[in-house]
């Protein structure tokens, strides 16, 4: 089945860091870019970063630049969004979806809430 | 940035009948590079549309993308109850890639 699916979410106090993955199956996972999209509770869509087929090129929104890093295992299929010094406006669903521009596969989601 | 503002916030609509959303983006789409997503409750975002007008695998053609330049259109033909949801267009012509805010397309 093609499908990603999220991990890693969870509570955490404002400061603190946290890794999300996703998982891919079903596709051929090194030949597309994937991006990291994010939607704070009750609010739209906030693209959040993206990167290359061989991890050589990463793009990211400027409120999180510095802070995320995205990376990925192409022989293990995965992604991941390694997030630091994280603010309550960080607090969203994180999704993992397959492409650089427009997103053709989403992954379900997984919570991230930062609070103190 | 470009901001890309939708209307109407929400729309009200019976089985049945046909919907028109609207894109509008603070500075030109390059490469008419916008994309819309339906999105239901607790559920991932879903493409519908891609290159202002190509429809995604799957896209029922009662889906229709539109526009150019700074204004854009989704119009849903013969509305059907799974089509009652949240629709966002996205812009992908420059970065940050950005999302409208939403249309709410509710059942009358």
């Known amino acids: 089945e093609v499908q990603l699916v999220e991990s890693g979410g969870d509570f955490v106090h404002p400061g603190e860091s946290l890794r999300l993955s996703c998982a891919a199956s079903?596709?051929?996972?090194?030949?597309?870019?994937m991006t990291w999209v994010r939607q704070a509770p009750g609010k739209g869509l906030e693209w959040v970063a993206n990167?290359?087929?061989?991890?050589?090129?990463?793009n990211y929104v400027d409120s999180v630049r510095g802070r995320f890093t995205i990376s990925r295992d192409n022989p293990k299929k995965s992604l991941s969004l390694q997030m630091e010094r994280l603010r309550g406006e960080d607090t969203a669903v994180y999704y993992c979806?397959?492409?650089?521009?427009?997103?053709?596969?989403w992954g379900q989601g997984t919570r991230v809430t930062v609070s103190s | 940035e470009i901001v890309l503002t939708q209307s109407p916030g929400t729309l009200s609509l019976s089985p049945g009948e046909g919907a028109t959303l609207s894109c509008r983006a603070s500075q030109s789409v390059s490469r008419s590079s916008l994309a819309w997503y339906q999105q239901k409750p607790g559920q991932a975002p879903k493409l519908l549309i891609y290159g202002t007008s190509s429809r995604a695998t799957g896209t029922p053609d009662r889906f229709r993308g539109s526009g150019s330049g700074t204004d854009f259109t989704l119009t849903i033909n013969r509305l059907g109850p799974d089509d009652f949801a949240v629709y966002y267009c996205?812009?992908?012509?420059?970065?940050?890639?950005?999302f409208g805010q939403g249309t709410k397309l509710e059942i009358k």
């Open positions: 996205q812009q992908y012509g420059s970065s940050p890639y950005t």
């Open positions: 079903g596709f051929n996972f090194g030949d597309f870019w």
């Open positions: 990167i290359n087929l061989d991890g050589s090129e990463k």
């Open positions: 979806a397959r492409g650089a521009w427009n997103f053709d596969l």
